[in-house]
């Protein structure tokens, strides 16, 4: 049994989900036979268990296979009112895998949407540039096995403020109907060993931050710098970018309503 559409009745509860992405083709949904692991099929099953029928999530953004999160939001519309709001979190984790965890769970408005009210969102992506990487450091970060120029990435960095035409960074088979997306800022900063690349914007296209954290790492070892990293954003083609960065360095950090 679906949950009807009128939610006037229902209570909108919102949670904040982290996930190990190492083995999930993503957060979308799969359905049909041999279909891949994702997480919100994880939770939607743990959803399931406590509602004894199917209730669909709602997430703030897909993010592709491989990569993590901390603080992903959901939400989804329950007839259960017998249970504390903060009751979700326990109820939920102990149908869903390790790899999954709900870290926090509040009712919200009926009216309350994951996606369509996030205004911003914000990735890390983690470097490693010790010439020996600790085993378990190597399925959470990109092991550069140097240590780059982070004045010359942040001057590249720079660069991301504001309204932007970002079809430089658009991967192969995106169907956005826009790709002008809002920057609140990008920036480089050093964390022990390793360096952590922040990002925050109003949305991302597919693969988008991993391209152009690709291209900025390649641009940085071959000496370029602010206005050559401009100059290819200007040009929108996407061959004039970088490689795309290895997923499994990439976490969703934070979504800010």
Known sequence: MIVPESRDSLRNIKLKVSYDGTNFSGWQRQSGAG??????????????KIHKKTIPL?????????????????NFHTD???MPASSF???????????VRILESSEVSPDFHARFDARERTY??????????PAHEYPYCWPLFRRPDIRRLNEMASVLSG?????VFTAAG???????????????????????????????LWKMVRSILGTIIDFEKRGKGREDFLSII??????????????????LWNVRY
């Not at 279909?35 to 399931?48: G, P, Y």
């Not at 979190?89 to 790899?99: E, R, T």
């Not at 200007?234 to 976490?251: D, I, N, W, Y």
Request: net charge neutral.
């Open 58 to 74: 709602i997430g703030s953004g897909r993010t592709d296979a491989g990569v993590h999160a901390v603080g992903q939001v959901a």
């Open 89 to 99: 979190v326990p109820a939920l984790n102990s149908w869903l895998p390790p790899d």
């Open 174 to 204: 995106d169907k956005s109907s826009t790709r002008s997306r809002f920057f609140y800022g990008a920036h480089f900063f050093p964390e022990g060993s390793r360096i952590v690349f922040e990002i925050s914007a109003n949305a991302f």
């Open 124 to 133: 890390r992506y983690f470097l490693c540039c010790s010439s020996s990487l």
């Open 234 to 251: 200007k040009s929108g083609e996407r061959r004039m970018a970088g490689q795309t960065a290895p997923a499994k360095g990439l976490f």
């Open 80 to 82: 259960i009112f017998s």
């Open 35 to 48: 279909f891949s692991r994702t997480v919100q099929n994880e939770i939607e099953k743990a959803l399931e």
């Open 163 to 167: 309204e932007m035409d970002c079809s």
